[in-house]
């Protein structure tokens, strides 16, 4: 599904540890907020109780992604439930692909699954993939590590891979990896995605830098 080209990235910020970081994000333009979950690695996870408190501050039609790593679909009901967020950002693979388990329970809620671009195959994954949820987020993490990675790594992946699944999907697609402002136009030029996420690289010292957005959000003006 390629974005038309006149349209502006929506733009996520992933990694949100505060009520005063949100508003931060929201007040530079953020569309999306990324609220990280127990991970088995990577930077920013937070509390359930604090995901719920932010995602309670932050007004429509501001998205609120729940970051889970829970790999089936009762545990991930379960998780949102608890939170309250209106996306789920599904950042391992989920067991036997139960989306529809998880709509049935979760009618309101989008689902974002997560495909880390590690080669041709990430492609067909996504491919297929876009057939159930409402958006895939394309990564740079290794499920397939002894420790995970799963998201956070702040490494590019290979852009041409990202641009054939943008070209194939049937959904919105959002691209992550070390993206920053130096980087950001070339990547929308190559991979033309409906979306952007980033965390690391708009952080000061682990915490949100305004200076660092601004950028951010001028080189994709």
């Given at each position: 599904?390629?974005?038309?080209?006149?349209?502006?990235?929506?733009?996520?910020?992933?990694?949100?540890?505060?009520?005063?970081?949100?508003?931060?994000?929201?007040?530079?333009?953020?569309?999306?907020?990324?609220?990280?979950?127990?991970?088995?690695?990577?930077?920013?996870?937070?509390?359930?109780?604090?995901?719920?408190?932010?995602?309670q501050t932050v007004p429509p039609p501001i998205a609120t992604f729940l970051l889970t790593s829970e790999t089936t679909a009762d545990a991930i009901i379960a998780h949102q439930r608890r939170v309250q967020t209106n996306t789920i950002q599904i950042v391992d693979e989920l067991t036997d692909r139960e989306y529809r388990k998880i709509r049935e329970a979760l009618p309101a809620i989008k689902l974002v699954q997560v495909i880390h671009v590690i080669d041709e195959s990430s492609v067909d994954e996504a491919v297929e993939i876009s057939e159930?949820?409402?958006?895939?987020?394309?990564?740079?993490?290794?499920?397939?590590?002894?420790?995970?990675?799963?998201?956070?790594?702040?490494?590019?992946?290979?852009?041409?891979?990202?641009?054939?699944?943008?070209?194939?999907?049937?959904?919105?697609?959002?691209?992550?990896?070390?993206?920053?402002?130096g980087n950001v136009k070339e990547a929308l030029d190559q991979v033309n995605p409906f979306g952007l996420d980033l965390c690391s690289s708009v952080r000061t010292d682990g915490r949100l830098d305004p200076v660092k957005l601004e950028a951010f959000f001028r080189a994709v003006e």
């Open positions: 599904m390629n974005q038309s080209t006149n349209m502006k990235p929506r733009i996520k910020i992933c990694c949100i540890s505060s009520i005063q970081e949100a508003k931060t994000a929201i007040v530079h333009g953020a569309s999306a907020l990324g609220l990280v979950a127990k991970m088995p690695s990577g930077p920013g996870p937070i509390a359930d109780d604090m995901i719920r408190d932010i995602a159930q949820a409402d958006a895939l987020l394309l990564d740079s993490g290794n499920p397939k590590l002894a420790v995970k990675e799963l998201g956070g790594t702040g490494r590019v992946h290979n852009w041409k891979l990202s641009r054939k699944i943008v070209e194939q999907a049937r959904v919105p697609v959002f691209l992550a990896g070390g993206l920053n402002a």
